[in-house]
Structure formats: C-alpha cells, structure tokens
C-alpha cells in the first residue's frame, strides 16, 4: 500500500509517500519525498492519486531488476527479459489495484480479442462479427456451421482453463484438449493415422507409428528444469508441437490455447494475434523447422512485444488513475 511516513534528521521533519511490497519473501519499499510539511488529509489523498501510479511502477522496476537476471539463455536479450518481468508484475499489480467491474469488463475485451486471435491464424478465420455474434450475443451467425460455433465456444472455455491444463500437462490433457474443441467431428482427440506435411516448409512430421513416443519425449523436455525464461520455452514446445502435428486437424488451435497456458502459468497475459501476425507467425516457425531457434524465439518475441506493447515498456498509462488502496501485497 502506499502511505505516509515522516523521517527527521538532525531535528528536521522530512515527509514522505512510501510503498511496501513483498518480493522473494522480504519487504521492500519505494518512496517520494513531499516535503518538510505535513500535508493534511485532502492533501494526502491528493498526493496519493498522483503519486501512487508512479510508485507502483518503481515498485515494480525493483522487481523487474532483481528477477530478470535469474535467467541465463543465449536467445533474449536482457532488455527483452525485463520486458517479459515487467509486464508479468504490472499484470499482477493491475489485478490488485483495478475494481471487479472493471477488471470484469477488462477480462471480457481481452477474452474476445484472444479467442478471435487464434482463429485469425487458422486457414479459415471468421470475421470479429462473427466471433462477437457467438462469444457476446449467444448467436449462431448465418454462414457458420455448427461445429465451427461448438469450437469457438470451447475456445473460450479452454482459454480460462489453459493455465490450470498446463500445470497439470500429459499427453492426456492435450487428447482432452483436443477433444473438446473437435467435438461433433469426429476426430476429437485421436493421434493422426496418416502421414503429414507442413505446409510452407521443407520440415516432414514424424509418421504415426512414432507420434505418440515423439509426443511423449517433447512432455518429458517440458517438465525437465530449464535456465530458459518461460516465455522461450513455450516457443519452443508449441514448435515443436506444430511439428508434429499429432492431429489429422486443429493443430494450431490446440497449440496456441497450450501456449497461453504456459503463458498464464508463468504470470503472462495471452497473446492477442493479429491478422497481420499470421505471416510473422509461420516465418517464425519456418526458422524454427530450419533449426534456427533464436530466430524462433526473436519472431515470437517481436509479435508479443507489439501486442502488450505499453506493459512491456512499463508506461504509466497502463495503471488505473485512482487505484484502490490495499494492504501489504505479496507479489
């Protein structure tokens, strides 16, 4: 919370705002200096709605320093890390601070642009219309299939599932996953029988006699201990899951939905794709397929960057003007 304290040096009264947060299991604190005066109640309540966004950010800068040098990986750069860190800690600030309605309303908006996000990168994206239609109105627009209306709703089902999947992650989880999202269609949750391509690159799946054991080697790399941010290591799985290709369809869809899992498990907001970011996106996983994995990881990070552009730099706009106050947080 932020608060009002007073220092006095050699019999001067000097006043200060102050912050406390917890952080790896220690209180620290940020403050600002006011004055040698103490300022009355309107006047603290003043200083507290123009100071305290600012203090909150410093607050979250001394974390973003101290954790993203926890990380040794030849891919991201330390600017890009503590990009990564900032924007998780501002997440968790913005959770705190935000009122339910809002936050509710919040949670609505980006529900919808990462629902319709991950259709965009599919062969056969449907129009924002559509997507609102079903996830805002409960409406089938004319055109769309049932099917395709079963699959958007288990999308957005699975979005705020995908962290709580992820945590418990076995190739179980992923035939469930994809399950759901085919229902109606017949091959829900069934490893392909058949051989398969990439489209666009030189790189050839494994065939299905070996799906299962490849499957099962990439879970195990997953749940092994790794240096890496986890941000490079959800590029990296979801890659190599897209290689291959355990589904005769709805690969990508299922992919993307285990990539933000990773993402909220690791404290980060999901991607919000793009149109545009569909050319990026499979550039990116080209370089993958040609084993350049910094290329991978810098495409993925570029795409996320310009998505949650103002979190990851830390602007001030980002934090409510008049956030509510609370007790000492634990980050």
Same mark, same amino acid.
């Given at each position: 919370?932020?608060?009002?304290?007073?220092?006095?040096? +050699?019999?001067?009264?000097?006043?200060?705002?102050?912050?406390?947060?917890?952080?790896?299991? +220690?209180?620290?604190?940020?403050?600002?200096?006011?004055?040698?005066?103490?300022?009355?109640?309107?006047?603290?309540?003043?200083?507290?709605?123009?100071?305290?966004?600012?203090?909150?950010?410093?607050?979250?800068?001394?974390?973003?320093?101290?954790?993203?040098?926890?990380?040794?990986?030849?891919?991201?750069?330390?600017?890009?890390?503590?990009?990564?860190?900032?924007?998780?800690?501002?997440?968790?600030?913005?959770?705190?601070?935000?009122?339910?309605?809002?936050?509710?309303?919040?949670?609505?908006?980006?529900?919808?642009?990462?629902?319709?996000?991950?259709?965009?990168?599919?062969?056969?994206?449907?129009?924002?219309?559509?997507?609102?239609?079903?996830?805002?109105?409960?409406?089938?627009?004319?055109?769309?299939?049932?099917?395709?209306?079963?699959?958007?709703?288990?999308?957005?089902? #699975?979005?705020?599932?995908?962290?709580?999947?992820?945590?418990? #992650?076995?190739?179980?989880?992923?035939?469930?996953?994809?399950?759901?999202?085919?229902?109606?269609?017949?091959?829900?949750?069934?490893?392909?029988?058949?051989?398969?391509?990439?489209?666009? &690159?030189?790189?050839?799946?494994?065939?299905?006699?070996?799906?299962?054991?490849?499957?099962?080697?990439?879970?195990?790399?997953?749940?092994?201990? &790794?240096?890496?941010?986890?941000?490079?290591?959800?590029?990296?799985?979801?890659?190599?899951?897209?290689?291959?290709?355990?589904?005769?369809?709805?690969?990508?869809?299922?992919?993307?939905?285990?990539?933000?899992?990773?993402?909220?498990?690791?404290?980060?907001?999901?991607?919000?794709?793009?149109?545009?970011?569909?050319? &990026?996106?499979?550039?990116?996983?080209?370089?993958?397929?040609?084993?350049?994995?910094?290329?991978?990881? &810098?495409?993925?990070?570029?795409?996320? +960057?310009?998505?949650?552009?103002?979190?990851?730099?830390?602007?001030?706009?980002? #934090?409510?003007?008049?956030?509510?106050?609370?007790?000492?947080?634990?980050?």
């Amino acid at each position: 919370m932020v608060y009002l304290t007073r220092k006095t040096t +050699r019999g001067q009264q000097y006043w200060y705002l102050v912050k406390s947060f917890k952080f790896n299991g +220690r209180v620290e604190k940020v403050q600002h200096y006011i004055g040698p005066e103490k300022p009355d109640d309107d006047e603290q309540g003043r200083l507290k709605a123009v100071y305290g966004p600012e203090l909150e950010l410093a607050a979250v800068e001394r974390m973003v320093k101290a954790s993203a040098d926890m990380f040794r990986t030849p891919y991201l750069d330390l600017k890009a890390l503590k990009g990564l860190q900032r924007l998780k800690f501002l997440r968790r600030a913005m959770k705190r601070l935000q009122p339910p309605a809002a936050l509710a309303r919040e949670s609505q908006r980006l529900e919808l642009q990462a629902v319709h996000g991950n259709l965009l990168l599919t062969s056969e994206p449907l129009a924002r219309e559509q997507t609102e239609a079903i996830l805002l109105h409960d409406r089938a627009p004319a055109g769309v299939p049932l099917t395709r209306v079963l699959e958007i709703l288990a999308l957005r089902r #699975l979005h705020h599932e995908a962290g709580e999947r992820v945590a418990r #992650l076995d190739r179980r989880t992923i035939l469930k996953m994809h399950q759901e999202l085919r229902e109606g269609q017949g091959d829900g949750g069934l490893l392909r029988q058949e051989s398969a391509s990439l489209p666009g &690159s030189a790189f050839v799946p494994p065939p299905p006699v070996l799906v299962e054991d490849e499957l099962e080697a990439l879970l195990e790399w997953w749940h092994e201990p &790794s240096p890496l941010h986890p941000f490079e290591r959800a590029a990296l799985f979801h890659h190599r899951l897209l290689q291959l290709r355990p589904f005769t369809a709805g690969n990508g869809l299922v992919a993307r939905l285990l990539l933000e899992g990773m993402y909220a498990r690791a404290g980060l907001p999901a991607p919000l794709w793009q149109r545009e970011d569909r050319s &990026s996106y499979l550039s990116a996983l080209v370089a993958g397929d040609r084993g350049d994995r910094g290329r991978l990881i &810098s495409g993925f990070w570029k795409m996320y +960057r310009q998505q949650h552009y103002a979190g990851v730099r830390g602007e001030l706009d980002v #934090l409510p003007a008049e956030p509510r106050q609370a007790h000492l947080e634990a980050f």
